[in-house]
């Protein structure tokens, strides 16, 4: 599975699922920091990556049937080891 870490979801934790070889990368990397989330969902969607978020308008967009690869929705927010085990 690819995954898409949202803006809330610190660096470190990528780089980290990263070093273990989980296929992630993250809104900054991809260039994305700033955008709308429907924007983010489809370039999630048309890269076949699962959104990792704490972010409600995903639930929201989700429930509105709005397409996506997936969404990872993280209910507190988790250090680097807790992250890993989530994912």
Do not use: C
């Amino acid at each position: 599975m690819k995954f898409l870490a949202d803006e809330n979801i610190d660096l470190p934790a990528v780089k980290a699922l990263k070093r273990l070889g989980v296929d992630i990368v993250s809104i900054h990397d991809v260039g994305m920091r700033g955008h709308e989330d429907e924007e983010i969902l489809d370039f999630a969607k048309e890269n076949e990556r699962a959104i990792i978020t704490q972010d409600t308008d995903f639930l929201r967009l989700h429930a509105k049937n709005f397409e996506n690869a997936g969404i990872v929705f993280l209910t507190k927010p988790l250090d680097v080891s807790e992250l890993i085990k989530e994912i």
